[in-house]
Nanobody, 119 residues
Framework: QVQLVESGGGLVQPGGSLRLSCAVS????????MGWFRQAPGKEREFVAI????????IYKNSVKGRFTISRDNAKNTVYLQMNSLKPEDTAVYYC????????????WGQGTQVTVSS
């Protein structure tokens, strides 16, 4: 059974930082694409960042480039999202997801963690 458990969300002031964690069981994070997504109230879920299974390449949503960093710890089978210089528009529920075997979609998701950026 595949399970993803996110943690690390919270309330932070604009300009602050948070690090989200996604602990995975049932799949090896280095063998699958891993992604972070977010959904703000009243909006569609959107892609934030991905780290690929081959080579660990990273891809980011334009608005988070230079501020967010996705990484993985193979020994802990955990994926992280380091978020710096946070803005109010980053407020959302953040989800991690593990890719399918073909690398074409994501087939397991975590429960989400709330990130609120506000003064």
């Amino acid at each position: 059974q595949v399970q993803l458990v996110e943690s690390g969300g919270g309330l932070v002031q604009p300009g602050g930082s948070l690090r989200l964690s996604c602990a995975v069981s049932g799949r090896t994070v280095s063998s699958y694409n891993m992604g972070w997504f977010r959904q703000a109230p009243g909006k569609e879920r959107e892609f934030v960042a991905i780290i690929t299974r081959s080579g660990g390449n990273t891809i980011y949503k334009n608005s988070v480039k230079g501020r967010f960093t996705i990484s993985r710890d193979n020994a802990k089978n955990t994926v992280y999202l380091q978020m710096n210089s946070l803005k109010p528009e980053d407020t959302a529920v953040y989800y991690c997801a593990v890719g399918n075997a073909a690398g074409t979609d994501y087939d397991y998701w975590g429960q989400g963690t709330q990130v609120t950026v506000s003064s």
